[in-house]
């Protein structure tokens, strides 16, 4: 996790082309001593270029932060609010049905912990 007023490295993609390029040639030796010799801190950075490079180097150029990470394309984290004038009817009844359904179970562990 990053601490606050940590700097961060940004490399081109033309610097991570040519490290990947360079290490799999096998110029720099060994994952540890190419993070080295080109100042990086991790190879976990390299390790992921060398992977986007495999199966595009094009994806080099991309800049993926704050993108959805899962495969499927969906975020995780936090639910966006649902706008029940958005939905269809069907869809209105369910999605009403379900969030009486929650607060029923919500009265209930309240009961059985004394809290009323």
């Keep these: 996790m990053a601490k606050k007023g940590q700097k961060f490295n940004t490399y081109s993609p033309d610097f991570k082309k040519e490290a990947v390029e360079r290490y799999m040639s096998g110029e720099l030796g060994g994952m540890t001593t190419a993070v080295r010799k080109l100042g990086m801190k991790s190879h976990k950075q390299l390790r ?5 490079y495999r199966q595009d180097p094009e994806l080099l150029k991309q800049d993926n932060r704050g993108k959805a ?4 394309g969906v ?12 939905l269809s009817k069907d869809e209105q009844i369910e ?4 969030e009486n359904a929650i607060l029923k179970k919500a009265k209930a ?7 009323h």
């Design 48 to 52: 992921n270029w060398i992977k986007l």
């Design 69 to 72: 990470s899962r495969k499927d």
């Design 75 to 86: 975020r995780k984290g936090r639910s966006k609010k649902v706008k029940l004038d958005e």
């Design 95 to 98: 999605y009403l049905k379900m």
């Design 109 to 115: 562990l309240r009961k059985n912990f004394g809290e």
